[in-house]
Structure formats: structure tokens, C-alpha cells
């Protein structure tokens, strides 16, 4: 699926950043933050931004990739619960507030939105040039562990942040903000092996809680790719187009980026669950191939010309969810 930062928002966006600084300015300053957080093992490197510039750059550079994960998630969301109508939305590690922005657009009933996010130079970003993409945003500026919900929200988000917090942390985080959850709970990490690891984790503690999983597993038996001997690990991607001005910040002539995410979207509302859900793009035109997660746990579906899932499997894209029955 194409994901692209709605026009007015990428021209507000790309005003404000080059209002302040020279691209080569910003160039330098993605550049050392697409680094430190290229270092997989991080040994301690501290990853957060550090500066004005820094903080522009990230939003110029990596949030319409984010943003576009986002839509993606909160999309098999609004599929899955036709009647879910959020009001309030408790943005965790909220950065610029990339995902309060994501579900702006899409769900029209929120009032109140909170983000959570320690950093000064993000937060003010944030508030510079994103509030008018905001409904009603408060920014709370205490950490995840320090934060203590007052309330109940109808949807929680934490994106890309649980990799820049240690693992010990992981499962106490997720509780403590699923005690304040009354919708639905979701959590996106980059689509690496290390990104589905921490999605694992979350996952392992939704079943052993009996929590309902919403997306993307079909399923709650012990997932395929935890220890698969191929090497797969479970993510998704979306592609987003790129702007001049991101093709300057991070090199590179394709009209496209691909971002793989990984992500787990947990429910207080039950749904009903499909029994397969694509892990690959699906290949092959009179024969179709389809690696899937399902009730034979990973696998590849080959699906002939005569089979009635044929003709859907032309519409089906990775990271859809379906049933073979029709
Ligand atoms: C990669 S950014 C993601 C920002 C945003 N959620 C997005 O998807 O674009 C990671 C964010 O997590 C925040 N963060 C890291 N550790 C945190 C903590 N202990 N408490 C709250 N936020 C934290 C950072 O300040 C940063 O804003």
C-alpha cells in the first residue's frame, strides 16, 4: 500500500523546516541521527535528538516513513471496528507527535489528544509546526516510566519508542498503560529482527494475559517466526513517496521509500479474526503464491487459476488479512 503525507501537511512541513535552517544544515543533522540510530547495537549510544536542528530533520526526514506506518496500522483498526468511535488518545513517546497527527486524519471523533514526550527539541517541533494537525494536543513532557495515566483513552499508541527504552522495561510499560486503555493499544517498532522482538514480547504477554490481539496475528498459538530457522522475522511495509528535500537528507533518486514496520494492536473490543494474514507480497500471476501466517502457522499458499480465492488474491497485499471461503 502507498501511504503519503497529505499535501498540506508535507508543504506546512517542508515551510516551517526550511523557514529556519539551510538544507546543508539539515543534511548534517540527519545524517547524525540516522547514525547513532543505525548503531544495532547501541552499546549504550544515546539516540536522542539533541538539538533544534536535529529535531527538523527528523521530521523532514523520517516522519512521513512513521506517519505512513501509522495510517497502515490504524487503518486494520478502523476495518476491523466499524463502530469504534475514539474520543480520547494517549500518545506515548510521542516525539513530534507523528501518530496523534496519523489518527487526526483518520479518526474524526477525537476530542482530547495527549502526548507524552520528554525530549524539548521534539516536543517543541512538534508544537511549532504540527499544531494545526492536532486535535485539542496537551504535551505532558515526563517519560513513559515517570508518566502516570489519570485517565482512561480510547486509544494508546506508543511508535517506534519501546526500542529506546531496555527490555526489562517492556512488559511493566505495556500493563501499566493497558490498565488505562478502554479501546485499543498499539505498538509499532522499525521491522527489523530486533523490532519484531520486542512485538514478540508484547505478544507473548497479551496471550499469557488472555489479552485480545486485534492484529496482525490470526491467531494466539505460539507464532511461527519467533524461532523460524529461515531467518524471517514478522513485519510489514508501506510505501511512501519522497520529496526533493528528502532526497537531499537521505541520498539516494528513488521516487519511494519502502518502511518495514513491525507492530501489534491490542483490543478491549473483540473482532472477528481472520484465519490468514499475508507476511510477503504475494507473487505469480496463474498460480498464485502466498506466504501467509494461519492455522498451519507459516506458509505458502498456492492458489491455482480455479480456486475461488484467486480472483481476491489479485486485490490482496501484504500485511491483508483474509479467509479462504470466498
Ligand atoms: C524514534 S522517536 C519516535 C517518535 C514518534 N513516536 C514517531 O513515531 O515518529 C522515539 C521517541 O521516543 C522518545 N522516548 C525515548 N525514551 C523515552 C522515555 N523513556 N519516555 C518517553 N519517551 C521516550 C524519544 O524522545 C523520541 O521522541
Redo the contacts with the bound molecule.
Keep these: 500500500m502507498n501511504v503519503d503525507l497529505p499535501p498540506r501537511l508535507k508543504l506546512a512541513l517542508e515551510a516551517s523546516i526550511l523557514e529556519e535552517y539551510a538544507i546543508s544544515a539539515l543534511k548534517q543533522a540527519a545524517e547524525s541521527v540516522s547514525l547513532r540510530y543505525r548503531q544495532t547495537d547501541r552499546n549504550g549510544t544515546d539516540v536522542?535528538?539533541k538539538s533544534k536542528v536535529e529535531a527538523l530533520s527528523y521530521l523532514a526526514a523520517?516522519?512521513p516513513a512513521?506517519f505512513a506506518a501509522?495510517i497502515m496500522v490504524m487503518t486494520e483498526v478502523e476495518k476491523k471496528l466499524v463502530d469504534f468511535l475514539p474520543r480520547t488518545l494517549l500518545d506515548?513517546?510521542?516525539?513530534p507527535g507523528?501518530?496523534s497527527v496519523a489518527a487526526s486524519y483518520l479518526f474524526k471523533t477525537l476530542e482530547q489528544i495527549e502526548m507524552?514526550?520528554?525530549?524539548n527539541y521534539?516536543q517543541s517541533a512538534g508544537r511549532d509546526v504540527l499544531a494545526p494537525f492536532l486535535r485539542e494536543p496537551v504535551w505532558i513532557a515526563e517519560?513513559?516510566?515517570n508518566f502516570k495515566p489519570r485517565q482512561l483513552y480510547d486509544i494508546i499508541v506508543a511508535?517506534?519508542?519501546l526500542n529506546?527504552?531496555s527490555e526489562e522495561k517492556w512488559k511493566p510499560i505495556i500493563q501499566k498503560f493497558w490498565d488505562s486503555c478502554s479501546g485499543v493499544m498499539m505498538i509499532l517498532e522499525p521491522g527489523t529482527p530486533q523490532g519484531a522482538k520486542i512485538i514478540q514480547s508484547i505478544r507473548n504477554w497479551a496471550v499469557e494475559k488472555q489479552v485480545h490481539i486485534l492484529a496482525p496475528c490470526p491467531h494466539s498459538h505460539r507464532c511461527p517466526l519467533s524461532d523460524s530457522e529461515s531467518g524471517a522475522w514478522c513485519h510489514f511495509a508501506v510505501r511512501t513517496a519522497r520529496s526533493k528535500l528528502h532526497k537531499i537528507l537521505k541520498g539516494g533518486e528513488a521516487g519511494f521509500e519502502d518502511e518495514k514496520f513491525s507492530y501489534i494492536i491490542l483490543s478491549r473490543i473483540l473482532s472477528k479474526t481472520e484465519p490468514y494474514r499475508l507476511i510477503g507480497h504475494p507473487s505469480g500471476s496463474k498460480l498464485r503464491e502466498m506466504q501467509v501466517c494461519g492455522p498451519k502457522g507459516a506458509e505458502t499458499l498456492q492458489v491455482s487459476k480455479s480456486h475461488p480465492l484467486h480472483k481476491k488474491s489479485k486485490k490482496l497485499e501484504w500485511g491483508d488479512s483474509f479467509d479462504v471461503g470466498y
Excluded: D, H, K
Design positions: 536522542q535528538i523520517r516522519m512513521t501509522n506515548i513517546g510521542a516525539g507523528t501518530s507524552v514526550e520528554p525530549n521534539l517519560s513513559i516510566e511508535s517506534y519508542v529506546e527504552i
